[in-house]
């Protein structure tokens, strides 16, 4: 059974960095073709999407947020680690991670985490 | 950067089929993914490479993919259908590849 927590905090300060952590089982990061990536929704929106790292350690990013963005794991403790710099208001959302499939489709989602932006 | 345009909002009786379109320049040519999304829940795939469906997922959704236009089709739709729906491409067309998502879809059933 494959699945995918999401955690970290819950409320950020505008400017701060936030780090969020996706702990996950029942798939190893490290089995070729696998991926884990970042999605969020922002209160009422649709999604966006975010990052995307392989099991290769190849990493892909949004483009309108790249420089703002950090993709990394730690295959030992089947975690994948998403930094996010400069946070703002418009950041609040809730944050999904998810497994990809071989055609990019992310087949098992973690339950979200809603982060806040507020001083 | 690749746009996926999906209308805002789609209603069918129950019993009928709901009909939910998903444009894109050439999206013939690409993998295309749908995902349901009820309120408070993470998305959950139901279509994926155009036209399969997970396991567990029922025959009543299928999906579709040519041209400019990808369409998931819900047959038969029931209460328990409402929700947002989503379309999802890897764009590797551009310098920066990457998932698109649509705008999403409301299907209400009346």
């Known amino acids: 059974q494959i699945t995918l927590k999401e955690s970290g905090p819950t409320l950020v300060k505008p400017t701060q960095t936030l780090t969020l952590t996706c702990t996950f089982s029942g798939f190893s990061l490290s089995t070729s073709g696998v991926g884990v990536g970042w999605i969020r929704q922002p209160p009422g929106k649709a999604l966006e999407w975010l990052a995307l790292?392989?099991?290769?350690?190849?990493?892909r990013y949004s483009p309108s947020l790249k420089s703002r963005l950090t993709i990394t794991k730690d295959t030992s403790k089947n975690q994948v680690v998403l930094t996010m710099t400069n946070m703002d208001p418009v950041d609040t959302a809730t944050y999904y991670c998810?497994?990809?499939?071989?055609?990019?489709?992310?087949?098992?989602w973690g339950q979200g985490t809603l982060v806040t932006v507020s001083s | 950067s690749y746009v996926l345009t999906q209308p805002p909002s789609v209603s069918v009786a129950p019993g009928q089929t709901a009909r939910i379109t998903c444009g894109g320049n050439?999206?013939?040519?690409?993998?295309v993914h749908w995902y349901q999304q009820k309120p408070g829940q993470a998305p959950v795939l139901v279509v994926y490479?155009?036209?399969d469906r997970p396991s567990g997922i029922p025959e009543r959704f299928s999906g579709s993919n040519s041209g400019n236009t990808a369409t998931l089709t819900i047959s038969r739709v029931e209460a328990g259908d409402e929700a947002d729906y989503y379309c999802?491409?890897?764009?590797?067309?551009?310098?920066?590849?990457?998932?698109?998502f649509g705008g999403g879809t409301k299907l209400t059933v009346l």
């Open positions: 998810a497994r990809t499939g071989a055609t990019w489709d992310f087949q098992h």
């Open positions: 999802q491409v890897w764009d590797s067309s551009s310098d920066h590849p990457g998932v698109v």
């Open positions: 490479d155009d036209s």
């Open positions: 790292i392989y099991w290769n350690d190849d990493k």
């Open positions: 050439n999206i013939g040519s690409k993998s």
